[in-house]
């Protein structure tokens, strides 16, 4: 197969690597780039979430209907729309899928055995994404929840930031654990008041990558959290790590969507209020440990 990739970013140069080492031909498309070739037949997308509008509005495309594989975690600031809704603004015709779930780009091109999740609503396509990527040191599963694949992908992002700054406070693993369930617990109702389905967020791409992004020294999202956590400003914390932290605009983003829904997610209000600078990390942390009690399946 010939298969195009938008981003030579740690992820999407990782993702090539699979490829290539499956007998598939890859060409990687960097900034400045816009024309996809015509043979394409998979056209794969790494980029950070708020770049991916600016790119497809520049893209030519000559073979119409070609399927858009999204590799982004994350969710427009702008829009609140996951990767694949943007996409679908200019490729109409083209079928959608996601690969999401724990992994480290590092590790995936140390062959290091990772497990992800291929998403589609087109059966086909799943199949097709999967048996694409499945092989050595990848295991590879696929579902038809689009939708919840997207939004666990992007809303670990967010728990992550909090799980760093519990890390930068001081506090001990206990409160990072506890931190971590009630994160998957918001994280799936969220997911779900969204149009997700439960079980995908008990997955890989759910609380697979949400301990892996939460746990992880080598996570930006884990780093960034930290260094908030420890006192730095955001600005500060954004240039301690390389790349984009995905993060912190989908907490944003998030916060827009939730003013107008009835969905309980302290976390994620009170993080937003921490990345905007109207709270401290104590402050938010105190004012979680001050709400009622609640069963746990609440």
Not at 109 to 118: D, G, Q, W
Not at 157 to 179: K, P
Request: neutral net charge.
């Amino acid at each position: 197969m010939q298969n195009v990739i938008l981003g030579k970013g740690e992820w999407g140069w990782a993702i090539g690597q699979v490829l290539q080492d499956r007998g598939h031909a890859v060409t990687w498309m960097e900034k400045g780039d816009s024309v996809v070739p015509e043979k394409t037949d998979l056209l794969w997308v790494a980029l950070p979430t708020q770049a991916v509008r600016e790119c497809c509005m520049k893209l030519s495309v000559r073979k119409p209907g070609i399927p858009v594989i999204s590799l982004s975690k994350g969710i427009e600031i702008t829009t609140g729309k996951r990767v694949s809704e943007i996409v679908a603004a200019f490729f109409p015709q083209s079928p959608l899928a996601a690969v999401s779930g724990p992994s480290l780009a590092g590790e995936v091109m140390k062959k290091i055995p990772t497990a992800l999740v291929a998403a589609s609503r087109d059966q086909g396509l799943a199949t097709t994404v999967q048996s694409a990527l499945h092989g050595p040191g990848l295991r590879v599963y696929r579902s038809l929840d689009l939708i919840g694949v997207e939004w666990g992908g992007a809303l670990k992002n967010v728990y992550a930031l909090a799980a760093g700054m519990c890390a930068g406070l001081g506090l001990g693993e206990n409160s990072l654990a506890g931190l971590t369930t009630r994160s998957l617990r918001e994280m799936t109702r969220v997911a779900v008041s969204l149009g997700g389905e439960e079980a995908t967020l008990q997955g890989l791409s759910g609380v697979g990558d949400l301990i892996l992004t939460s746990y992880s020294r080598a996570s930006r999202n884990r780093r960034v959290g930290e260094r908030l956590g420890a006192g730095d400003s955001l600005d500060q914390a954004l240039a301690s790590v390389r790349g984009v932290c995905e993060g912190v605009p989908t907490t944003e983003a998030l916060h827009s969507i939730l003013e107008k829904s009835s969905v309980d997610a302290p976390i994620a209000r009170e993080l937003f209020q921490v990345v905007k600078g109207t709270k401290t990390p104590q402050e938010a942390l105190s004012a979680l440990l001050d709400r009622g009690s609640k069963m746990e399946t609440e």
